[in-house]
């Protein structure tokens, strides 16, 4: 049994302990859906009370559960056969069998039984009686449906029994499990996806962990666990276990699973019909089918991985016949999104003929869903010349998705296809081409070259006034003002988007699509300069236009989310950025794992802003390694930066040189070429300087200095301001001067937060810094806030304003602890000693007292940074102080 089965089990294990420990009768009901770990959580009582009680396992079994006292034939292998059916008898013999391996030793008798729901009525009443006689503890695991025997429910409703329903785990419960079972840290978006996928089943977690393991989709570099595509069910561990219970089940419930997890989602009635509604019931009873929304709702297998490693068992003869027999009632209902990627897979795994608006409409729709091998086998499928190009365009996205930009741009090159005269996404197509052209080291001006030739190859010879010249010229325009803003060149982008707007009509066919693209490019360009709140609000409609729009538009959702994104960092508007975020995985779970690394480097930058370092690190560090696979934002240069300037000032050396070494092989392989846009490789370049600074001083201040007078680019507020902040937080005070010069013409709580301490710095007043502090903290930065405070108790305390120095302090401390995001600690409060440290505590501050970060702790004790936070903090309340740094002291006490 391995201990990390048990992972989020501690209440419930402790109070199991007490409960059979006491005096008396006392039984413990597990109840829980299966994999959940009751039977783990049974075990381990069982081995802990070992030493204390004679443990005697009995064990459910379907198919014995209507032959009478059938589970206990183990014990009874003495009984006569004409005492077989005795109650009395059996009790006497059981017993017998226990006062045998007692050896007169005294010890009580500890019932473990599994399965309990599967027990017959006799033996459930002899298992009742010896508890309610006090001669038993008993230890029972069960499922919710269909429950316990009434016998042992009778033990709870008399007072008898406790019932404990075990929950899956939460977030931090499949982190800590995950990080336990590999022995490492797992980045926080796999994370992410474990939980959303095992949908906290420890019993999936760990299938899904081991089989991806030996498939080589979880990796490991440098310390940190990702995976590298969409988790299989096809993985031998999870095809075990479903094996098992398919071969527990009865041929019809066998034959029932089969049709459904091929079909899924099947409408109630048909499936009714097909294997019949006892069938159903008891499948639903056992929880392995599930109603998709409600009564009468179609009906699905109870996990998406259950229905793929069941689909493995199915030979593909067999499939086909189960799609023959339900094929025609599957096409009378209306299908749903779920439907029609289910009912093409099925057809392409069978051979199965699917005409190709169909197939295309898959395409799309995995596409979009990130399913890439279907979307892949689907587009690759259709045959028609007319929907060949639009079918290149998906395979395309999901090569660019995937990291192979010269197999995207020769797909939507082939029949110049990225500037198809089709209005119904075009552009779209063309800004994945530029893109693809550009992460692959092409220069701007050759992409736009491109461009002007193919347009002018697909209106050769057709009359000005024909509706085609004018829609390819606009997609050509579009794509000459996306490669201007990629180079940099924001003036020219501010004119030519003028022209382009004043050219477009909502009578053109494609006007939604460019009025989005002008709203993206206006996102990004406010935001350069400086007007981030205007950035967002144009970001905003963009998005809002697409949500509306069909769901066949490629690339267009992923161009407008990266500057929206951008543009609430500018604003310091941290909920919106993370909103947007989110909308990366909120169609499937698919979207933490292509864009993992993407995510975390922009919720690392959001951090970074606020003055969370630490959680900024945890982040951003894993982040580099993902970028290595996957980085279809080009945000790999920004996330290295971010985590070398992050180790830098942790005070981290070792990682610091060597993230520092990867950036300048980085920087020698894409010379000259600005992968994630002009303004991208701006703040990449700043922190990177930063980084060189905090680790060799003199060697990146002077030069972030620099930087404003020799590139036009760096005179832009939006990139200014960031510099100016570096700065100062690098104690260069004549930053604090600039930032008061600039920020009053910007807009967003960012400038508007680092305007406050910029006059506070200047005016050298107590309560300048207080207000300082208030606005920060209120604007979601606590490490400026903690700042500010600090200066003010310094300036106070330097005036003889003792009162409102230890006020100020308080406001720092607050602010130094909502960093960690845990629990505040009363700095008034006396030491509780009644209340001793953990050994988890102790271990932890140990630690933390050698001088180890609680990033390296984490690692040392394989738990998570934020446990390692709310360990510290809990500490810190028990010990009576406020701040690591009393730490030492208050342990030698």
């Excluded at 006392?26 to 109840?31: Q, R």
């Excluded at 204390?52 to 056969?81: C, F, I, K, T």
């Excluded at 990130?370 to 079918?391: D, I, Y």
């Excluded at 066919?509 to 990004?524: G, H, K, S, T, Y």
């Amino acid at each position: 049994m391995r201990a990390e089965h048990l992972v989020g089990r501690d209440a419930e294990l402790e109070l199991a302990m007490k409960i059979l420990r006491q005096e008396g009768a006392g039984a413990v009901l597990l109840v829980a859906d299966p994999g959940i770990g009751k039977t783990a959580l049974a075990a381990e009582i069982a081995s802990r009370l070992a030493g204390e009680m004679v443990v005697m396992r009995v064990h459910g079994s379907p198919a014995l559960s209507a032959v009478p006292y059938g589970v206990l034939a183990p014990y009874l292998l003495d009984l006569p056969v004409e005492q077989a059916t005795s109650p009395v008898a059996i009790l006497r013999e059981f017993w017998a069998q226990f006062e045998k391996r007692r050896g007169g030793q005294g010890a009580r008798l500890l019932l473990i039984v599994d399965d309990a729901h599967d027990l017959d009525e006799g033996s459930t009443q002899i298992l009742a009686e010896l508890v309610t006689a006090g001669w038993a503890r008993l230890v029972a695991t069960g499922r919710p449906r269909p429950g316990l025997p009434p016998a042992l429910l009778q033990l709870w409703y008399d007072g008898l029994a406790e019932r404990l329903e075990l929950h899956p785990l939460d977030h931090e419960g499949v982190t800590e499990l995950a990080e336990k079972t590999l022995d490492g840290t797992v980045m926080a978006s796999a994370a992410d996806v474990l939980h959303s996928v095992s949908e906290g089943n420890p019993l999936l977690l760990r299938c899904l962990l081991d089989d991806s393991r030996a498939d080589g989709n979880l990796v490991r570099r440098n310390g940190v666990w990702f995976l590298t595509r969409a988790l299989s069910g096809s993985g031998e561990g999870l095809a075990e276990v479903v094996r098992n219970r398919v071969l527990r089940s009865s041929e019809a419930e066998r034959e029932a699973m089969y049709v459904i997890a091929l079909s899924e989602p099947v409408p109630a009635a048909v499936l009714d019909t097909q294997v019949g509604r006892e069938t159903v019931r008891a499948l639903m009873d056992s929880r392995l089918v599930l109603s998709t929304n409600g009564p009468g709702s179609p009906l699905k297998m109870w996990h998406p991985m259950y229905s793929e490693a069941l689909r493995q068992l199915v030979s593909p003869a067999r499939s086909l016949q189960i799609r023959q027999r339900m094929v025609q009632h599957l096409i009378a209902e209306p299908p749903t999104a779920e439907g029609l990627l289910r009912l093409v897979s099925w057809a392409l795994d069978c051979g199965a003929d699917v005409d190709d608006e169909q197939l295309l409409e898959a395409a799309f729709l995995a596409a979009k869903l990130l399913q890439n091998p279907l979307a892949l086998a689907a587009a690759g499928k259709v045959r028609s010349e007319a929907l060949r190009p639009r079918a290149r365009a998906v395979m395309a996205m999901v090569s660019y998705n995937d990291g192979d930009f010269g197999t995207a741009v020769r797909l939507l090159e082939e029949g110049l296809g990225y500037l198809d005269a089709d209005p119904s996404g075009p552009l779209g197509a063309g800004l994945l081409w530029a893109a693809a052209r550009a992460a692959m080291g092409d220069s701007s001006p050759d992409i736009v070259a491109d461009a002007r030739t193919a347009a002018a190859a697909l209106v050769n010879g057709l009359p000005e006034s024909d509706p085609v010249v004018g829609l390819v010229g606009r997609h050509a325009k579009a794509l000459e003002l996306a490669a201007l803003a990629h180079e940099g060149h924001y003036a020219e982008v501010r004119e030519g988007l003028e022209r382009f707007g004043a050219a477009l009509s909502p009578e053109q066919p494609d006007f939604v699509m460019n009025r989005v693209f002008l709203l993206a490019i206006q996102c990004e360009l406010l935001t350069v300069e400086g007007q981030a709140v205007e950035a967002l609000d144009a970001g905003r409609e963009a998005l809002a236009l697409l949500d509306e729009q069909a769901d066949d538009l490629l690339y267009f959702s992923d161009f407008v989310l990266a500057r929206y994104t951008l543009a609430a960092l500018g604003a310091g508007d941290w909920s919106a950025a993370g909103t947007a975020l989110e909308r990366y995985s909120a169609r499937s779970a698919m979207g933490l794992i292509v864009f993992g690394g993407d995510i975390q480097t922009l919720k690392g930058l959001s951090l970074l802003r606020q003055g969370r370092l630490e959680q900024a690190a945890e982040l951003v560090t894993p982040a580099v390694e993902a970028l290595r696979v996957r980085d279809p934002q080009q945000l790999k240069n920004l996330g290295n930066a971010l985590a070398f300037y992050a180790a830098a000032r942790s005070g981290d050396t070792a990682l610091a040189e060597r993230l520092a070494g990867e950036q300048a092989g980085q920087a020698g392989q894409q010379a000259g070429a600005a992968a994630g846009g002009a303004y991208v490789e701006a703040l990449a370049e700043l922190f990177t300087l930063a980084g060189q600074e905090l680790v060799a001083k003199g060697s990146g201040l002077d030069k972030l200095r620099k930087l404003p007078e020799s590139i036009r680019l760096h005179q832009e507020p939006g990139v200014l301001l960031q510099n100016l902040v570096l700065r100062a937080e690098l104690g260069d005070v004549q930053a604090m001067e600039s930032i008061k010069g600039i920020t009053p013409s910007m807009s967003g709580a960012w400038a508007a937060g680092w305007l406050s301490l910029a006059e506070a710095h200047l005016g050298a007043d107590g309560q300048g810094f207080v207000n300082a502090g208030n606005l920060l903290a209120a604007a979601g930065m606590p490490g400026p806030a903690a700042v500010a405070f600090d200066k003010a108790a310094l300036s106070f305390d330097a005036e003889g304003k003792r009162p409102e120095a230890r006020q100020a302090a308080v406001l720092r401390d607050v602010s130094e602890a909502s960093l960690g995001d845990a629990l505040v600690h009363d700095p008034s409060t006396e030491a509780d000693r009644s209340v001793p440290l953990t050994r988890r505590e102790q271990d932890i501050v140990a630690l933390a007292v050698s001088g180890l970060t609680d990033r390296q702790i984490a690692e040392k004790l394989m738990v998570s940074v934020r446990t390692v936070e709310g360990h510290l903090y809990r500490s810190y309340a028990k010990l009576g102080i406020r701040r690591r740094e009393d730490l030492g002291a208050a342990v030698r006490h």
